[in-house]
Structures are given as C-alpha cells and as structure tokens.
C-alpha cells in the first residue's frame, strides 16, 4: 500500500467546515483513498472512499487531486462529535486480505 | 444492536497470567479481523479468518499469541504469560467480503492492561 502523510492534529470551530489533507504522492492506478475515523475509546469507522472522482456521502466529502497525488477530507459542518483522529489509507479494494494498514492520522479536535 | 461486539471491554491482569478475548462478529459476515492498537498510535493487523481458515497472521503475533474462530462464527485471541508490552486495545473487525467495496466493522475493543 502506498505511504500517506497527514498533519499530526488540527483544530476546527464547531459549525464550519473541516479540511483534513492527505498526501499519496506513491499512490498507484488502482489504488484508492480511503477515510477512517477513531472517536475516543471507540473502534474505527469508515467515513468514505474515492479512486478519482471527488465524493460525498452523508458523512463527509473528499476531493481528490487530479494527479491523485493528494487528497482533502471535508466534514461540511463540524460538530462536537467530529473530534476525532482521522486516518488517510491508500489501498487496493481487496487486496492482501482486504486489510487495513494504519498510519497515525490527525487528530481533530472540534471547538465550540 | 448488529454491531460486532467485543468482551470484556476492559481486562487488567498480572504479568505472566493468561487473558482470553471474544469477539462476536456481524452475523453474515464471513472475514473477521484482529488489531493491536498502543497509545498514540494506529491500529495494527494481527491476524484475520476467512470463515475458519486463518488466513495470515502478522509477525506481531508471537508464539504467546493464538486465535481461533470455530465454526465460523465467534473469535477468540487468547495470550499466555502476559508481558508488560501486551498493554493495548485489542480491536476486532468484520466484513463480508464478496461485497465489491467490503468495508470492515469495528468492535469497541477489549483494553489490556498487564501489571
């Protein structure tokens, strides 16, 4: 799987949107972004997941490059409940056992 | 609740003692997954089942360290003689995986403490 980089941690104002990056610069043709969230004492969650078209779901969107070497997570309205560590993964669908390699993500922290 | 479920939710044992985990996956789900997960850090693949079969084990996975998933269904990750270093959340996932895009379900993980 290709290596992702991501801020060590971000803050956020509770209401707006919420821009988390990832760069994948290694990112192979069919490799695809995916976004896992881990809130405090919890298990992840899948968020979302892109190869090259930008997508939204009822959780976030995520905007993918066109060079696909980098990619932006966005939480449209930030809650309290958003505060979270967020992982990037750049994976092929299946592949290796369809498991999942984490890095150490961003934590956000939403503010009132 | 469908979820997968994971017990205990929180284990502290003594050095040198042996701790058992269960995990009970999303019914039809067919890939049951464990990861380790320290302070700080990501999640890190253990080992996963495709019904019964084990399929890989990382080499995290000592000799200390076994899992099973009987019949399919449940999982079990047993460690003998806890070490000081086995202090971790123990998360478990499940997914099914003739899904085109099979996403994986977390537990809320058992917390290992060793003393």
């Known amino acids: 799987d290709a290596k992702t980089t991501q801020p060590t941690s971000m803050d956020c104002a509770e209401g707006r949107a919420a821009n988390l990056p990832c760069n994948h610069s290694?990112?192979?043709?069919?490799?695809?972004v995916y976004w896992y969230r881990q809130i405090h004492s919890q298990g992840p969650q899948y968020i979302i997941h892109?190869?090259?078209n930008n997508e939204t779901n009822e959780m976030a969107s995520l905007i993918i490059t066109e060079d696909r070497k980098s990619s932006t997570l966005i939480l449209p309205h930030a809650t309290l409940r958003d505060t979270a560590v967020y992982y990037c993964?750049?994976?092929?669908?299946?592949?290796?056992?369809?498991?999942?390699?984490f890095g150490g993500g961003t934590r956000v922290l939403v503010k009132p | 609740d469908t979820g997968v479920s994971q017990d205990p939710r929180h284990k502290i044992t003594k050095r040198g003692q042996n701790v058992t985990f269960r995990c009970d996956p999303i019914?039809?789900?067919?890939?049951l997954y464990w990861y380790r997960q320290t302070l700080g850090q990501g999640p890190e693949f253990l080992t996963y089942?495709?019904?019964?079969?084990?399929?890989?084990k990382s080499r995290l996975l000592s000799d200390r360290f076994s899992a099973e998933r009987p019949k399919g269904s449940f999982s079990t990750l047993e460690i003998q003689r806890t070490e000081q270093g086995d202090s971790a959340m123990y998360l478990c996932?499940?997914?099914?995986?003739?899904?085109?895009?099979?996403?994986?379900?977390f537990g809320q993980g058992t917390r290992l403490t060793v003393v």
């Open positions: 996932a499940s997914s099914l995986v003739v899904d085109v895009y099979p996403e994986a379900f």
């Open positions: 290694t990112i192979s043709g069919n490799e695809y």
């Open positions: 892109g190869l090259k």
């Open positions: 993964i750049v994976r092929v669908p299946k592949a290796a056992g369809n498991k999942l390699t």
């Open positions: 019914s039809e789900h067919n890939r």
């Open positions: 089942f495709q019904n019964e079969a084990q399929l890989e």
